[in-house]
């Protein structure tokens, strides 16, 4: 079976540009979270969908910040304008919710070096 | 809010050398409990997980984990270690009686085992 799909696996720009990167989940899962991971803060949530609708974005650090997912098998996470602190692994995970006993299973992420 | 300690950030150790990882977690009520491998490079693997039951569980590539409700503990245990596990390890847990699906983790313990 895929797994969780991330694109790009690396981007390098340049502060002010737009990013945006993309998920793919594994199929049939109807949950998907967006995590950050930094030397500073760890592994930390910034934003989760069930069926396709966004319930906690209680992470995302700013307005610079947005995420949609506009069907069950495709998310993207979007920041304009880029800031060097920006600079992390973003990771992607999917799961089924089944009543709060879900494992969440994560893709290679992305590695956004902001310059 | 939900908080995870580990309070080993960095071990080493020799291969056939046991292992024992802390991991204590915050809130009283009903968790489920998570360990994760991030290896060098890589994105995060699930080890095992807790949801109910025997606190006892077991996970893959001989690691276990031992759930105490008492101390707010899921300590992370194998007997023999190898070289191949030299990673990062992270313990996670959610609140599914919050509704707060999304995992918070603890800042990670990296393991070096030499040869």
């Known amino acids: 079976d895929a797994g969780v799909i991330q694109s790009p696996r690396h981007e390098v720009t340049e502060m002010g540009q737009e990013v945006t990167l993309r998920c793919k989940p594994i199929?049939?899962?109807?949950?998907l979270f967006w995590y950050r991971q930094t030397m500073m803060r760890g592994l930390e949530l910034l934003i989760y969908?069930?069926?396709?609708?966004?319930?906690?974005d209680s992470g995302m650090p700013e307005d610079r910040f947005s995420a949609k997912m506009p069907n069950a098998s495709f998310s993207t996470l979007k920041i304009q304008p880029s800031e060097p602190r920006d600079s992390a692994v973003y990771f992607c995970a999917s799961s089924v919710n089944r009543g709060g006993t879900d494992t969440q299973y994560f893709g290679p992420g992305t590695r956004l070096t902001v310059l | 809010a939900q908080s995870v300690s580990q309070h080993n950030h960095h071990v080493i150790l020799s291969e056939a050398a046991s292992l024992e990882l802390g991991c204590n977690y915050s809130y009283g009520g009903t968790v489920n409990l998570f360990w994760y491998v991030q290896y060098p490079g890589q994105h995060l693997q699930l080890l095992l997980k807790y949801f109910s039951g025997d606190p006892l569980v077991k996970g893959i590539k001989g690691f276990e984990a031992e759930f105490i409700k008492s101390k707010f503990s899921f300590n992370l245990r194998k007997p023999s270690v190898q070289w191949s596990d030299t990673a990062e390890y992270f313990c996670a847990v959610n609140d599914p009686g919050t509704g707060r699906r999304a995992l918070t983790f603890g800042s990670g313990t990296r393991l070096q085992v030499q040869p």
């Open positions: 969908f069930n069926n396709n609708v966004p319930i906690d």
């Open positions: 199929s049939g899962h109807n949950s």
